[in-house]
């Protein structure tokens, strides 16, 4: 049976660092190889989200500027990306877009920029550092490790609810602290990883896609698209 996938793209016109909309096309990459017809739709300025409407939902990275934009606007938004969020819809959600999911995040000018309060975690802003460079992780669940390349002044503090997406290995991660890097909470996936993350990491990739299926498909035998699934090795 052939499916069908559809994808919020959240402001992608305005939220796109380091071509984060490169997830996209991974997405479409492995959903192709599932037998899925994924679609993509971007949801932006003054534009409703509708949470019945979309199975997945991407939120990449952006700079402090185009963050005060979005920071204003998700805020008409807020109801339905939380539904869509408490009803286990799948998100991944990169750097300046995982900040906004958040309580708060202070610029690099110090302004307080509101998130959505989705989820429970908060940035701060470090004096005059950004964290620069490759990163490496460890998903506690899969054992798999993680690349990517992480660009930010933002140190993000997880909520008792989250947990991260991987251990940091090397690299700096959520706040250079607590080897922390990233979050999950229920279907949503949260990093700081661009590069694109997902084309560094087909498994994640996979994952996601396997979860708006489960969702989406409660009774389809998935057994085929699972096992495109390299089971991690313990
Ligand atoms: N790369 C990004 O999305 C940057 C997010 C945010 N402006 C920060 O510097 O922390």
Redesign the pocket.
């Known amino acids: 049976m052939p499916y069908t996938l559809k994808i919020a793209h959240l402001y992608g016109d305005l939220m796109n660092?380091y071509g984060d909309i490169g997830n996209i096309l991974v997405l479409n990459y492995y959903a192709k190889k599932m037998n899925v017809t994924l679609t993509s739709e971007i949801v932006s300025l003054n534009q409703s989200f509708d949470p019945k409407k979309f199975d997945l939902a991407f939120f990449g990275?952006?700079?402090?500027y185009e963050?005060v934009i979005v920071s204003k606007d998700i805020q008409s938004k807020k109801k339905d990306l939380t539904d869509f969020i408490e009803d286990n819809g799948p998100m991944l959600a990169?750097?300046?877009g995982y900040?906004l999911l958040g309580q708060y995040?202070i610029?690099?000018a110090g302004e307080r920029i509101e998130g959505i309060n989705a989820l429970p975690h908060y940035?701060k802003s470090q004096d005059h550092n950004?964290f620069i460079g490759d990163i490496v992780i460890k998903n506690a669940e899969t054992n798999q490790t993680y690349h990517g390349f992480e660009?930010?002044?933002?140190i993000t503090f997880l909520g008792t609810s989250e947990r991260p997406l991987g251990t940091v290995i090397s690299g700096h991660g959520n706040n250079g602290q607590d080897k922390s890097e990233g979050a999950i909470y229920k279907n949503v996936f949260c990093s700081y990883f661009?590069g694109p993350i997902l084309a560094r990491n087909g498994e994640l990739a996979k994952r996601l896609l396997l979860i708006a299926l489960k969702r989406k498909y409660p009774d389809a035998d998935l057994s085929k698209e699972e096992s495109l699934i390299i089971k991690p090795t313990y």
């Open positions: 660092t990275g952006g700079q402090d963050q990169i750097c300046g900040q995040y610029g690099a940035t950004r660009n930010h002044n933002g661009h």
